[in-house]
């Protein structure tokens, strides 16, 4: 929670470069099956 008590979320993407392009290799798809439930 954050100090207006509020419910809060940070998310992160884990990305590599490799011959100058960079791959994603997190997704959100478990986040947004959770947002599409609620």
Do not use: Q
């Amino acid at each position: 929670r954050t100090a207006d008590r509020k419910p809060s979320a940070h998310f992160e993407h884990n990305i590599v470069v490799r011959k100058g392009k960079a791959e994603i290799l997190s997704s959100f798809e478990e986040i947004e099956k959770v947002i599409n439930i609620n």
